[in-house]
Each structure stands twice: as structure tokens, then as C-alpha cells.
Nanobody
Framework: QVQLVESGGGLVQSGGSLRLSCAAS????????MGWYRQAPGKQRELVAG???????NYADSVKGRFTISRDNAKNTVYLQMNSLKPEDTAVYYC?????????????WGQGTQVTVSS
């Protein structure tokens, strides 16, 4: 059984830093990408950062220059270093594992970890 276990969320003041971790356990055949999404109250879930198997990364414009995603392929773990946090970064952050389009299920999700940034 596949599980994504997230850690590292919490309460931080504006300008502070947090590091999120997501460890994937169980057998996952063929991972195309891992990433972090977030969902604030009353808003849709949005992609924050993603990293593909080859190492290329992409970021939401709102976090570029502040957040860094990295991955340990051997441990099936993905990290999100968040610096210069702002109150608008407050959300539940979800880890995602994406498999090829022919795979079922294509996506695995973590349970979510709360990040709260106070002004």
C-alpha cells in the first residue's frame, strides 16, 4: 500500500522559513514527477512546485525565488524549502506523486500539512 507521509508544517512569522518533507512508502512503479500543492480556505488547490525524474523543476510565480523543491530519488522523498514566508502562503500543503497517464491510479496524495504564516 502506497502512503505519502508529510512533515514540517507549522506556525511561523512573516519572513521566516519552514521545510516540508514527504516520504513515499510502498512500491510505486514509475514516478514521473513529485510536487507540492496548496489549498487556502475558499480557494482551489494550486501547484506550488514540481520536480520531474530528470531533476527539472517548476514553480508557481508567487513562490519563485523563495521556495526550493528537491528530491531524494533513493528515498522517494521530496522536500520543499520555504523562505521569506508571507501571510498569503498560509494554506494546507499537499504532497503529490504523479505517474504516467496510462497508470492507475495516476496520482497519489499526502494527507496535507498546515502552514500558517502570521503577519
Amino acid at each position: 500500500q502506497v502512503q505519502l507521509v508529510e512533515s514540517g508544517g507549522g506556525l511561523v512569522q512573516s519572513g521566516g522559513s519552514l521545510r516540508l518533507s514527504c516520504a513515499a512508502s510502498g512500491i510505486i512503479f514509475r514516478i514521473d514527477a513529485m510536487g507540492w500543492y496548496r489549498q487556502a480556505p475558499g480557494k482551489q488547490r494550486e501547484l506550488v512546485a514540481g520536480i520531474i525524474s530528470g531533476g527539472s523543476t517548476n514553480y508557481a510565480d508567487s513562490v519563485k525565488g523563495r521556495f526550493t523543491i528537491s528530491r531524494d530519488n533513493a528515498k522517494n522523498t521530496v522536500y520543499l524549502q520555504m523562505n521569506s514566508l508571507k501571510p498569503e502562503d498560509t494554506a494546507v500543503y499537499y504532497c503529490n506523486v504523479r505517474r504516467p497517464s496510462w497508470a492507475s491510479p495516476r496520482d497519489y496524495w499526502g494527507q496535507g500539512t498546515q502552514v500558517t504564516v502570521s503577519s
